[in-house]
């Protein structure tokens, strides 16, 4: 009995080595970060390993720079460096051992903030009893989903604006908003703040310009931790540099801020104020009654995506339709993401207030997910996942041998009777 477990065991060891599985815990892909983010112009580096001494792991991609990927038995290190627009998308770490295959995909994502907010003010002063217009612009923004713009009267919420996002030759995006104040809503020593959000995955990012206090907020939080904008505690942490705001008023200070450089990935700053104050959450303070209610927000838009035909069918002609609804309003929609490159897909406008893909023969690459979302609106994202069905005429065998039986049955047939025809017709002539 112990010669036969032995022999088991010789026989399980032998057969590890040459496979070069562990006898341990079950094999699987291992990837960091799950939820890859970068900022535009920064670095990121993809680690993916596999438990298996003899396999391989390797990096595979649309765009993948096999220049920046590094090999090491059964680890793979992808570097990006100088991230732009064009490095977003999906990553897929393939590895086998022993026979055995496996893979993991993970979506990169690309983002894009100034360090400050441009703010104005018409006028210069803000004047007690007369009425006053502010202008906020954040230039270089990315993506345009997932943006919020708020104003703010101190801790107090005036609007959750309905922005106006411009996108430029770079594929990145300008955003502004306008904010008027009636003559009755301008008191002395107001402070006016313009905030923009951006949510990327599970990361929350804010820019802050204010008229009448302190005019640069840069803070990075998890959008877990609160929904509340972000406190004025300040942060140390970080090489400090200076980064100034002069807005045409006298009430202005310039406001030294701790900030990262642009091609870091978590940028902070601290912000100064002379008293430091809570700030209620945005959902509180906008449920506040009070003479601000005029200016609140405007309709929010739905989006709908579908294809036509319904349901697709592979080397048949597809078009994919993304239309918002904005309260009859015309605004423009981008597409965020497709399986394959839009320059694989002839590309159209669908009236004011849509966009439509579409190919000639729609292929296995053409299926998946497809998202688009509608500019400086507040909408959630529209999607699609679409599944291709198989061409009937061709990805059937039955079909296929059926058909090619019925023609060579239908050849045979005429062949055979004009044989026997002409024969019959010899006969006859010589009869």
């Known amino acids: 009995m112990v010669l036969v477990v032995l022999m088991v065991l010789t026989a399980s060891t032998a057969t590890s080595s040459r496979t070069g599985r562990p006898l341990g815990p079950a094999l699987e892909l291992s990837v960091e970060p799950l939820e890859p983010l970068v900022l535009l112009g920064g670095s990121v580096q993809l680690n993916c390993s596999l438990g ?21 038995g059964g680890h793979s290190i992808l570097r990006v460096t100088d991230a732009t627009i064009a490095a977003e998308g999906t990553r897929i770490c393939q590895g086998t051992c022993g026979g055995r295959h496996f893979q993991r995909a993970v979506a990169l994502r690309v983002y894009s903030l100034p360090q400050a907010l441009q703010l104005s003010a018409e006028p210069a002063v803000l004047v007690p009893g007369r009425p006053a217009t502010l202008h906020c612009v954040a230039q270089r923004v990315y993506p345009p989903v997932g ?13 959750q604006a309905d922005v106006d996002v411009e996108e430029t030759e770079e594929g990145l995006f300008d955003v502004q908003d306008t904010l008027l104040l009636p003559a009755h809503e301008v008191a002395a ?21 204010a008229h009448g206090g302190s005019v640069l907020a840069v803070t990075k939080q998890p959008t877990t931790t609160s929904s509340r904008p972000p406190s004025t505690a300040p942060v140390t942490t970080g090489s400090p540099s200076t980064a100034t705001w002069a807005a045409p008023t006298q009430s202005i200070a310039a406001t030294t801020a701790q900030a990262t450089s642009p091609r870091e990935s978590a940028p ?13 959450p945005a959902q509180s303070a906008a449920a506040q009654e009070g003479s601000t209610g005029a200016l609140g927000a405007g309709p929010r838009c739905s989006l709908r995506v579908w294809s036509l035909p319904p349901n697709g069918t592979q080397g048949q002609a597809l078009r994919i339709e993304c239309r918002a609804r904005c309260g009859g309003r015309d605004v423009p929609v981008r597409w965020l993401r497709t399986p394959v490159a839009l320059s694989q897909y002839w590309q159209e406008a669908a009236g004011g207030t849509g966009a439509a893909l579409s190919v000639e023969r729609a292929e296995p690459q053409h299926q998946g997910h497809y998202e688009c979302v509608a500019l400086g609106h507040a909408a959630p994202v529209g999607s699609l996942e679409l599944a291709l069905s198989p061409d009937p005429l061709s990805a059937n065998p039955a079909v296929v041998t059926g058909t090619t039986v019925s023609l060579l049955g239908l050849i045979v047939s005429a062949v055979t009777s004009r044989f026997l025809w002409r024969r019959l017709k010899s006969q006859y002539d010589l009869s």
Request: aromatic fraction near 8%; include cysteine.
């Open 52 to 72: 298996c001494p003899t396999g391989t792991v390797q990096w595979r991609g649309l765009d993948t720079n096999l220049g920046g990927v590094v090999f090491s």
């Open 147 to 159: 943006l919020e713009l708020a104003w703010y009267r101190g801790p107090r919420l005036l609007r």
């Open 189 to 209: 020593g107001d402070e006016i703040r313009c905030q923009l959000t951006l949510t990327v995955q599970r990361e929350m990012f804010t820019r802050a310009a």
């Open 268 to 280: 902070v700053a601290t912000q100064a104020r002379a008293a430091a104050t809570s700030t209620p």
